[in-house]
């Protein structure tokens, strides 16, 4: 079993920052990726960043230079720094890692229970 626990959400004036915490546990043999997205209401879930194990990360164009991801491999741990907050950020923004779990042949996408970002004057 993996579970993935988000915090950080909460409700921060236009200008404002929030961070953002994951921590991925349980049955884990390998993380291939983790990131977080995001899901307005009325609009489809996005990407908002995306840092593998190796290789490239990734960011959505409209949270570029505001947005930073980092990742604790040592603590299973994702993180979003969001300075810059601006209103059409508001959305539930929800935790994901491609894990490799003990035991499972193939790796899955896990999900986190998703937190509200509020940003708002």
């Known amino acids: 079993q993996v579970q993935l626990v988000e915090s950080g959400g909460g409700l921060v004036q236009p200008g404002g920052s929030l961070r953002l915490s994951c921590a991925a546990s349980?049955?884990?043999?390998?993380?291939?990726?983790m990131g977080w997205f995001r899901q307005a209401p009325g609009k489809q879930r996005e990407l908002v960043a995306i840092?593998?194990?190796?290789?490239?990360?990734v960011y959505q164009g409209s949270v570029k230079g505001r947005f930073t991801i980092s990742r604790d491999n040592a603590k299973n741990a994702v993180y979003l720094q969001m300075i810059g907050l601006k209103p059409e950020d508001t959305a539930v923004y929800s935790c994901?890692?491609?894990?490799?779990?003990?035991?499972?042949?193939?790796?899955?996408?896990?999900w986190g229970q998703g937190t509200q970002v509020t940003v708002s004057s």
């Open positions: 994901s890692a491609v894990i490799l779990a003990i035991g499972s042949r193939d790796p899955r996408q896990y």
């Open positions: 840092v593998p194990t190796s290789g490239n990360t």
């Open positions: 349980g049955s884990i043999s390998s993380i291939i990726n």
